[in-house]
């Protein structure tokens, strides 16, 4: 039997801090940043003509610019059969892009999205991606379908791609007799970039035909295709004269909640945003009394679990610049923060530096609530070609006392196939609690160290965690604690046209924990294997045996699917059977996405589960879920949510918003739950103009 005390847990962080150093070493020697590395290249043509943004390509100087094409098939790992050609102006206040899709049966486009930034999950599209700064780190992304519909996203040096990232851009396109077009307009100000000559930007392309499940690239590795490393070059970029717009935003609010439950109460805010450039870039934002009612409700679930659910960002506040925060363990976790007085933050690119700085005084709640001021600083510095290092401090001085956290962690390539990552946090806490627990005061720590090793198709991961038992920062969500041990993952993921299935999906996990007691607190195994014919239809199996101390636990699911690559016709339908903290249970599942016409997407999720309890008790537990969006126009929208579970729950939420004029917007809610005992109603309406 393996033995881990804290001594030795303490002796592993000196030891990963000691690797740590000699990787980083290691990573510094071995990288380079060679421009005329082996990727695809072309050049970009200063114009000093106006682009009218309507998808002809109707401008004299697309004639002048250079073609690129060449894209790659994702599963054949050929060329194309449907190839794409792209070209690149730009002028001192914008960079234009102009992408031909070409398809041999254009009347089987698939278009229908019209709604900006939302995944094109059933459409044709295409995505360009942008490293302005050459990092091979960070990117943004800029998408199109053949409708002209238009959605932006931002990627962060730990590969967490932030969709609640967006910005004014211009977009339109075309759909032609052989191809489908678009033109992309691009300012300079809404980008962190270099005003410097002879450049070199990062740059790639992704397309998806959807009538023939075709991912193609134009700067492609398998191993990881979406990633800034992996980019082809766009050169010829002298942007030293480009103008400097400090591109000022400021929107404020005013808004109003009605609730009726028996009582009334009506309450009012009015608020501000605020956002603008200091350098090309650094950007900065504040908000003074932001409201968040406009947003809509969290899903549901009634997922068997032991440890607290976590629930993604949905506040704009807090989703912009969320690519730089994430961390292998989560020291912070934005939707801690609830009542927000006001806040302001600074983030950027500087001199191989990514950092952010965020600033919130206002109400937090984590166990319990805690009302003052935090601090949060990041840091990530680049290492060699493709490494970084990350570092992270914050301070909460709270009136109940203060929270402190101080971290690093790397994602170091000692080749291209192996990486080693790590991350050492320490946690000073000193906190009254009033929900009856006893006081906090304690340092804590978390270590996590890993080996990795990515080459399509293989990924192997070999690693160790050691956290104390109260390491559980006001910020943080750590959903296990009192944890020292190692974990394995192995994984085999392929696409190909060549063999019975299109993608086959394989993987194997397993954890082993013990606490600080030196007892075994946790065990697991699992395996899980997915994959769809080329036929088109998909299965799924998996099996997990858990040691989750006092309780052993197993889980076995099998699932199906028809129309596997079709979004909307998809189906999809799950069984699992297993034993959950003694309790016996089945459970089904199903899916179904719809669009019965192009401005109508339609969700719909049912899971039953029928449990026997050890003292022979036997009950039903399930949840509908129902979600449907309607367009009335591009600038108006209806969002529907219903969600019901057997225990007499209920959640309606009804979202109307309106641009009824540029940059001015209108939303009004409608929420009504119920918890089985007691039903609340609210109306929420909100104003918004951004100057």
Known sequence: MVIINK??????????????????????????????????????IKVDAELVVDGALDEEFWADAPVTTGFIDERTKRKAEEQTLARIAYTDKYIYIAVECLDSDIEKVYATERREDRDFDADDWVEVHIDPMHSHRMKYAFFSNPLGTKADAKEGPSGDFNRGWTAEWDLEARILEDRWVFEMRIPFSILNYQRSEDQTWGINFTRMLRRTDTLSFWSFNPTDTYKPRYFGHLTGLDLEETEFDRNWETSPYISGRYDFNGDTDTTLNVGLDLSFRL?????????????????????????????????????????????????????????????????????????????????????????????????????????????????????????????????????????????????????????????????????????????????????????????????????GYIPRRDIFGPTFRAEFSQETDEAW??????????????????????????????????????????????????????????????????????????????????????????????????????????????????????????????????????????????????????????????????????YFVFNNVEDGEAEGNSVFSKFVKTF
């Open 7 to 44: 001594n030795r847990a303490f002796r592993g962080l000196f030891f990963i801090s000691a690797l740590t150093m000699l990787l980083t070493f290691s990573a510094m020697v071995v990288a380079h940043d060679d421009p005329s590395a082996d990727v695809p290249s072309f050049k970009a």
């Open 279 to 475: 350098t090309p870039s650094i950007t900065t934002s504040w908000a003074l009394n932001p409201d968040f009612g406009q947003v809509e409700a969290d899903e549901d679930t009634i997922a068997l679990r032991d440890t607290e659910r976590f629930l993604p960002e949905k506040r704009l506040f807090f989703r912009e610049g969320s690519e730089l925060m994430r961390m292998p363990h989560r020291l912070y976790y934005s939707r801690r923060f609830t009542d927000i007085n006001a806040g302001g933050k600074v983030s950027g690119q500087w001199d191989g530096l990514n950092f952010s700085v965020l600033n919130i005084h206002g109400e937090l709640v984590h166990d319990d609530e805690f009302n003052g001021n935090t601090t949060v600083g990041r840091l990530m510095q680049n290492v060699g070609e493709k490494s970084s290092i990350g570092y992270y401090v914050t301070d909460s001085e709270f009136e109940e006392g203060h929270s402190r956290v101080v971290s690093s962690e790397g994602y170091l390539f000692i080749t291209d196939a192996w990486q080693y990552h790590y991350q050492l946090s320490f946690a000073e806490e000193n906190l009254e609690l009033d929900d009856g627990n006893a006081g906090k005061d304690s340092m804590d720590f978390l270590g996590y160290s890993s080996i990795r090793y990515e080459e399509y198709p293989w990924e192997f991961s070999l690693g160790a965690n050691a956290i104390s038992k109260e390491f559980n920062p006001v910020l």
């Open 501 to 666: 299935y299109k993608d086959l999906w394989i993987s194997y996990n397993t954890q082993y924990y013990q606490n600080s007691d030196n007892q075994n607190a946790l065990h697991d195994h699992s395996m899980y294997a997915r994959t769809v014919l080329q036929n088109d239809v998909g299965f799924v199996i998996g099996h997990s045996e858990d040691y989750h101390r006092p309780y052993r636990n197993r889980r076995t699911r099998l699932g199906g699917s028809l129309f596997s690559s079709d979004y909307w016709k998809r189906i999809e339908l799950d069984y699992s059977f297993g034993e959950f903290e003694k309790t016996d249970y089945h459970e089904i599942g199903l899916e179904k996405n719809f669009k019965p016409f192009d401005r109508l997407p339609i969700r719909y999720e049912f899971t039953i589960r029928f449990e026997d309890e050890p003292w022979g008790e036997s009950r039903t537990v399930w949840l509908n879920q129902l979600i449907f969006d309607y367009y009335f126009t591009d600038k108006m929208w209806l969002k529907n949510s219903i969600q019901n579970r057997s225990t007499g729950t209920r959640n309606i939420s009804v979202i109307y918003g309106w641009e009824f004029f540029e940059n001015t917007f209108i």
